[in-house]
């Protein structure tokens, strides 16, 4: 550590879950913030930059909420690590801005006290204060700064010049620490992790704190009270989340629908752009085939992560989401898992990637590897196109259970639901053999209900957009090229009459996988397909079309694709991909995903591993059944 | 601080998970050792603590879940914590009035 500072000094937030500290930093840096990860863990980095009043700039990090320094989870370890200085990287805090839900300062308070142990410049911002105040609050803050040691601030995020106190006292706080050198003296830090003595000592120093500097206490948020007893009664609550997730499900497919044909036709428009200026060859293949298809076909989803995000942002800001945990514990249980699990599992409808990086609320390492196994089962959106080719290619349009639905509708949900029913019997299963071992216990908060900020939910979609496109520019462009080089190289040799994909390493695989295939009613065309598939499942669709020989693009591709289809496959041929699309891993991006969150090999090995054996023995069984029931 | 008032100390304690929906109760202590949990010895008492399960406050348990009315949603002073019966049982109570009673 030099003398003279060159870089800004930093500021950490620090507080317990729903202490509405990311509003707090929602306010203070606006949207000059940036999403990184820490070096060597998954946890997200959250960190903005804002000039205090003084014109100091400043860089401040939101840290995950916490309880407790004592970490239980990955998050709650990044949050200790960096207060404590112990970060591989990180650069101690110059101050810690403890923001506390002024409304639950009973709860909130006992960490203030833990965090003092470390002996840094500290100051607690009494968040909130809007609504604590409506509730019936009255701190004397002077007095309970007094009691605390520590400067003390009232502050309200949500409020323009809400904050305009809290960075007045950063700014004092810096300078004094800058003045009494502090950060040369690390062994001031007295802390260590509390017992459950030293945790009931803190309790009672809050009681005596609060005891003074509290004239009357909050009273309980009374719509709260009101809105749960009707939320989570289970005979209306549980008929209400329902309607909630259906809503959601809805929507993601709903809204995003137009987005996603405008970002189509602005791929297929790029295409034909670069088609018409760049020259023949294995530039122009790699560019289009290789890049913009197999990235498009991945980005093309943005619609639908941000749909789904944006309905899960709200659940989390209005303070719905603990209660929905709340309502399916016992129900989640039930197959051993946690309540929580139901975020991750919902988000892999749309994709698994964003499920499993979702899994990360999870404490339990058990809960959250079985949550992550299963995550692959729901059926995400990119096995859409090729539901939706084959329905279309086999399934005759006939009204069913008395014209109420259609046949494809029918197949269509029966394919959905064996993914969850199947989810649920791996998650049993595992959680009764591998994944042995009680339940992480609940104990959760069930916060007031509050409105959501528009601003907070839009800098939170921003965040998670950003997050995909990243990945999407990133790893899974990456694995495209390997994929396009795979299906391209070698160049098919003059005068060859079969589909060139035939002659590459792809086409090579595909035979070589032929044989293994052909008990499950595989032809060789559909065994090509599957490699490319690796990268992305509905880039089969694309494959089968070259390898039918058709050209077109989206609608036309599929539904002349689909009449060729049905003409050269027989139906149990056609059913047994259906079910083999079901479980099958045809996706790099997920295993992908599953290696860097786990940070192991080994689970993603097994869930490739399973799922394919899963796949392989529904695809058997169902062209075995189909075939002795229809005939071949 | 609230002292355990006398003529309470002779009542014998009850668990918090074997409560019914409106009862009110106070905290007289914590005892992890009836719990199975994956947790480590002790953290289950110290998590408990950190959510404000603690000797001396008052406890009501507002809402019990599906099925077999599990987990519960307990009002601590002045928060609202979801756990399940089983970890509520490692917070001995003694019980003060029941909500249908007034």
Redesign the interface.
Known sequence: MSEDRKSPPRVALVGNPNSGKTALFNAMTGARQKVANYAGVTVEKKEGLFVSPAGTRVRVMDLPGTYSLRARSPDEEVTRDVVLGRMEGEEVPDAVVFVADATNLRLNLRLALELKKLGRPIILALNMMDAAEKQGLKVDPAELSAELGMPVVPTIAIQTGGIQTLLDQIDRTIQVAELEGWSHNRAECGWSEPSSHDLRDYHREVERVLARAIHSHARPHTATQHLDKVLLMPGIGLPILLAVLFLTFQAVFTWARVPMELLDAGITLLKEGVDLTLPDGPLKSLVIDGIIAGVGSVIIFLPQILVLFFFIQMLEDTGYMARAAFLLDKLMGGVGLHGRAFIPLLSSFACAVPGIMAARTIENRADRIATIMIAPLMTCSARLPVYTLLIAAFIPERPVLGGWINLPGLVMFALYAAGILSGLLVALVMKRTVLKGAREPLLMQLPAYRLPRPRNVALGLLERGQAFLVRAGTTIFTLMVVVWALGSFPAPPDGALEPAIRYSIAGAIGHALEPLLAPIGFNWQIALALVPGMAAREVAVGVLGTIYALSGNGDALRSSLATALAHSWSLPTALSLLAWYVFAPQCLATLSVVRRELNSRFWPLVMFVFLTGLAYGAAFVTYRVAVSVLGG | ?SPAPADRSAVNPVLLGSLGKGTRAEIVG?DESRV????KS?E?????????L??GAHVEV???????R??I?V??????????RA?ADAVLVVALTTMSAV
């Open positions: 601080m914590l199975h949990t994956p947790l002790g289950l008492e110290r998590r408990l603590i950190e959510m404000g603690v000797e507002l809402h019990e879940g599906f099925p077999r599990d987990p949603a009002r601590v002073n002045d928060h609202t914590v979801a756990l399940r970890e």
